[in-house]
T-cell receptor, first 115, second 112 residues
Framework: NAGVMQNPRHLVRRRGQEARLRCSPM?????VYWYRQLPEEGLKFMVY????????ESGMPKERFSAEFPKEGPSILRIQQVVRGDSAAYFC?????????????FGPGTRLTVL | QKEVEQNSGPLSVPEGAIASLNCTYS??????FFWYRQYSGKSPELIMS????GDKEDGRFTAQLNKASQYVSLLIRDSQPSDSATYLC????????????FGTGTRLLVSP
């Protein structure tokens, strides 16, 4: 039973380029969450998606960041025109349900470095 | 006031001792509480979840919840050097919100 999968594990981009991070949830999980962990800081919620729907994007920066979870395929977190401050570990988590008991399981993360 | 507060540590305990990790939260309507373990450079790993007041035990781990005091704790019995990691407390309001709010974590060091 594969866990949450993320790729790439490491991504290096130059300022101004685009970064695309992919996440496949655990089998049977239809709820996907993206979190960001800046160096020496805690995990911060970015966005919560279900298939074809963004449910809560309250943690997403207003510009340059977008997320999707299409009917087929993985969830994508897209960062346009990256800046050095975007360097962080980006984690995807998935859960089988919502409400009380919403246990979220994390993928291995994508470590983004912006040069 | 931070939504979820933890002492950053490090908390140092000798091998075989009990490690006690604490967490307070500010949102009274929070319903679900989780402890994650994160090794350096790795992703968070869920080790305990608790939803009702009282204690919940799983192997060497015991989670304790006191909603009146807005306090969650994690006890690790018979601590091992392999338990050395950062322990993250996470809280979920659940009602209408599914995001986890994390504390900054407590670093635990277990010395042989």
């Amino acid at each position: 039973n594969a866990g949450v999968m993320q790729n790439p594990r490491h991504l290096v981009r130059r300022r101004g380029q685009e970064a695309r991070l992919r996440c496949s949830p655990m089998k049977g999980h239809s709820h996907v969450y993206w979190y960001r962990q800046l160096p020496e800081e805690g995990l911060k919620f970015m966005v919560y998606l279900q298939k074809e729907n963004i449910i809560d994007e309250s943690g997403m920066p207003k510009e340059r960041f977008s997320a999707e979870f299409p009917k087929e395929g993985p969830s994508i977190l897209r960062i346009q025109q990256v800046v050095r401050g975007d360097s962080a570990a980006y984690f995807c988590a998935s859960s089988p349900k919502v409400g009380v008991g919403n246990e979220q399981f994390f993928g291995p993360g994508t470590r983004l470095t912006v040069l | 006031q931070k939504e979820v507060e933890q002492n950053s540590g490090p908390l140092s305990v000798p091998e075989g001792a009990i490690a006690s990790l604490n967490c307070t939260y500010s949102d009274r309507v929070s319903q679900s509480f989780f402890w994650y373990r994160q090794y350096s450079g790795k992703s968070p790993e869920l080790i305990m979840s608790i939803y009702s007041n009282g204690d919940k035990e799983d192997g060497r781990f015991t989670a304790q919840l006191n909603k009146a005091s807005q306090y969650v704790s994690l006890l690790i019995r018979d601590s091992q050097p392999s338990d050395s990691a950062t322990y993250l407390c996470a809280v979920n309001r659940d009602t209408g919100f599914q995001k986890l709010v994390f504390g900054t974590g407590t670093r635990l060091l277990v010395s042989p």
